[in-house]
């Protein structure tokens, strides 16, 4: 992290910096990095990103193959976006995205960008959500990962999209015992999301589950482990996380156990009569057990299909005499 000192003399050079900007982008698109990893170690000073604002909104109008769209990429989370307001830009910042090869910097730096942009409500291309997908690994202090809990709109914006995988994404990359959620709002619109979108049968819930032990079990080792990594950090933040993520653990578990009560009850169902036949000469039935094909359907049932399998209408159903007999119907 640069000293106050080095703050101090890169502030005072800052129309130097912002000049060397196109130099900069001209390199890079020359094939010549080392001048962009430079200027990527200033541009992650704290506040200094922000002088970078006008020149990185000049190169969105250049997005396209042959424009600078790595630089673009790599720089967008450090600049102000609370003063990029407009569809245009993010517009011209999605282009430069989509022209750039993935790598798990190139990751951090979209999904970070992209949470930044999603928490001032402003409408973003469904092909850059899909980049929450790759699920890359954000570091300790991230701004986006903060502001993508900060109200309960990013929540619904990633719910309406209707991608179960897309929303499972955003909540691993967003639960983190570096940040607790940082709205009351947003935290009422994750557990009524999980409860409506992640509940049911055939939703695997475990990854999430997973996460949050992972995050909790982080919590439990105390701020001083903590802080090594992200000094801002204080008790209060310990203390609010950990009962927000076990509220969502509980919410998850809760949704685990009604899904296997919906697939007992749904076992059942699965079962039909041949209405052309009735059981004779028998006073008492007993169920023998499922079929294997049943069971298979019963595995691979998902309440958003009627239709279990195509197998499951010819399913017969078996009756078990007091002699021990099984006597198909």
């Known amino acids: ?134 699920q890359p690994s954000l570091p300790p202090i991230c701004t986006g990962r ?16 209707g991608d179960i995988q897309i929303l499972k994404s955003y909540f691993l990359l967003v639960w983190s015992e570096w940040d607790a959620i940082h709205s009351d709002t947003c935290l009422v619109e994750m557990c009524t999301t999980i409860r409506r979108d992640l509940g049911g049968i055939g939703v695997n819930r475990e990854v999430l589950i997973k996460r949050l032990d992972h995050v909790l079990g982080e919590l439990d080792r105390g701020l001083e482990h903590l802080k090594q990594c992200n000094p801002s950090l204080d008790e209060r933040h310990i203390s609010a996380a950990r009962e927000q993520y076990k509220t969502l653990k509980d ?33 008492r039935h007993s169920f023998a057990p499922f079929p294997s094909h049943v069971r298979s359907c019963v595995r691979n049932t998902r309440p958003s299909s009627p239709q279990l399998c195509a197998s499951s ?5 078996h009756f078990v005499t007091s002699s021990g007999s099984a006597d198909p119907q």
């Open 1 to 134: 992290m640069a000293r106050v000192g080095d703050l101090d003399q890169i502030w005072s050079k800052r129309k130097a910096i912002v000049a060397l900007f196109p130099y900069v982008a001209w390199r890079d698109r020359g094939g010549d990095h080392r001048v962009v990893d430079a200027f990527l170690g200033i541009a992650k000073a704290p506040k200094i990103g922000t002088l970078l604002t006008e020149p990185i909104t000049t190169l969105f109008e250049e997005a396209g193959r042959d424009s600078p769209n790595q630089v673009v990429t790599l720089l967008a989370p450090y600049a102000d976006w609370d003063s990029l307001f407009g569809i245009d830009t993010v517009t011209w910042w999605a282009a430069a995205v989509m022209a750039v090869p993935y790598t798990e910097e190139v990751g951090q730096t979209v999904v970070d960008t992209l949470l930044q942009i999603a928490s001032k409500a402003i409408y973003i291309p469904t092909d850059v959500w899909a980049w929450l997908n790759k």
């Open 146 to 161: 903060s502001l993508g809990t900060n109200s309960g709109y990013v929540v619904r914006r990633v719910q309406a999209l």
């Open 251 to 283: 919410i998850l578990l809760e949704a685990d156990r009604e899904g296997l009560e919906l697939l007992t009850r749904t076992s059942f169902r699965l079962i039909t009569f041949n209405p052309l036949t009735r059981p004779q000469n028998h006073t």
């Open 313 to 317: 209408a010819h399913c017969e159903f």
